[in-house]
C-alpha cells in the first residue's frame, strides 16, 4: 500500500513545477482526466496552478507518493486582491502577448481558456472583505481517499491561520458533486451560487 506524505513545494525546480501543471490537467474537468479536451498541454496550469508557487511558494504544497514524486497539491495567496494585481502586472502580460499568436479552433476547450486568459476577472472586494486568501487543491485519484485530500487541504488552511488571515474561498464546478460535498464536510460553507459552481469559504479568525 502506497504512504503519502505532504511537504512544501520546490518552486526552485522546473521539474517539480512541471509535475503540478500535468496534475492540473490530469484533473482539469471537474476532477477528471482532461487531457483529451486540450492540444495545448500547458494552458490550464497557466491559468489554474503556475503563478502560485512563483509569487506565494509559502502557502503552496504538494502530496507526494513514497519516491517523492507529487501526486496532488494545494496552492493559495494570502490577499486575493493583491494577487490579482501582480498577476496583471507581470504574470498576464507575457502569456496574452504568447496566447494571441496563437489560433485554436472557435469552439475548441483552448479557445475558451484564452477567452479567459484575455479578459481575467478580478476577485470580488465585498468577498475578498470576509474570505481574502484563497486556494486550489487537485489530487489525482490514486491518491484521493484515505484522508489525503483533508490533510493537504488543512495544512494550508493551517498555514493561512499562523499568517492571521481572516478566512478563504476557493470556487468550484457545479458538475463536481464530490468536492462540493467534501468541502461541506470539512467545514466550508456555500458562499456564493454562480451559473458554472459555487465560491465557498471558511472562516479562520473573530473579527
Keep these: 500500500m502506497t504512504s503519502y506524505s505532504i511537504r512544501k513545494v520546490n518552486a526552485d525546480n522546473p521539474a517539480e513545477i512541471d509535475r ?4 492540473c490537467l490530469l484533473t482539469g474537468d471537474s476532477g477528471k482526466d482532461a487531457s483529451d479536451l486540450y492540444t495545448d498541454p500547458r494552458l490550464i496550469g497557466e ?6 508557487p512563483t509569487y506565494h511558494p509559502e502557502f ?13 497539491y494545494t496552492v493559495g495567496v494570502p490577499d486575493s486582491v493583491a494577487f490579482d494585481a501582480q498577476l496583471d502586472a507581470t504574470w498576464w502580460p507575457p502569456l496574452r502577448e504568447k496566447y494571441s499568436a496563437v489560433q485554436f479552433p472557435a469552439d475548441s476547450k483552448d479557445a475558451g481558456l484564452v477567452q479567459t486568459l484575455m479578459n481575467w476577472g478580478h476577485t470580488n472586494t465585498d468577498l475578498a472583505a470576509e ?3 484563497h486556494l486550489h487543491i487537485d489530487i489525482l485519484p490514486e491518491a484521493q481517499g484515505g484522508g489525503n485530500g483533508k490533510k493537504l487541504l488543512f495544512t494550508l488552511i493551517d ?24 468541502y461541506q464536510h470539512v467545514g466550508l460553507e456555500v458562499v456564493v451560487d454562480h451559473e458554472w459552481g459555487k465560491t465557498m469559504g471558511m472562516h479562520l479568525t473573530k473579527d
Excluded at 169 to 179: C, T
Aim: with cysteine; hydrophobic share 45%; net charge negative.
Design 20 to 23: 503540478l501543471y500535468e496534475i
Design 47 to 52: 491559468l489554474y496552478v503556475g503563478a502560485y
Design 60 to 72: 503552496c504544497f504538494v502530496l507526494v507518493d513514497e519516491n517523492d514524486v507529487p501526486v496532488g
Design 131 to 133: 474570505y481574502p486568501a
Design 159 to 182: 498555514a493561512f491561520r499562523d499568517a492571521g488571515i481572516k478566512g478563504f474561498h476557493l470556487g468550484v464546478g457545479g458538475a463536481n458533486e464530490n468536492a462540493i460535498g467534501f
